[in-house]
């Protein structure tokens, strides 16, 4: 594997603090970002790498 290679990152928590940053961090790298928040929206920028769920 290429060693920039993109990656597929899950995170919980991504609506704010630590969970946000690290999230804005790996998407500005290109890498994909599942994040999850409680309402399933998020206030990061539109990004083809983004893909926000909802948990309940």
């Given at each position: 594997m290429a060693r920039d290679a993109q990656k597929v990152w899950f995170i919980t928590g991504?609506?704010?603090g630590f969970g946000k940053e690290l999230?804005?961090?790996?998407?500005?790298?290109g890498q994909?970002?599942?994040?999850t928040t409680r309402d399933g929206l998020s206030d990061?920028?539109?990004?083809d790498?983004?893909?926000v769920w909802r948990w309940t």
């Open positions: 991504i609506s704010r999230a804005r961090a790996l998407l500005d790298q994909v970002v599942i994040g990061l920028p539109a990004h790498g983004l893909h």
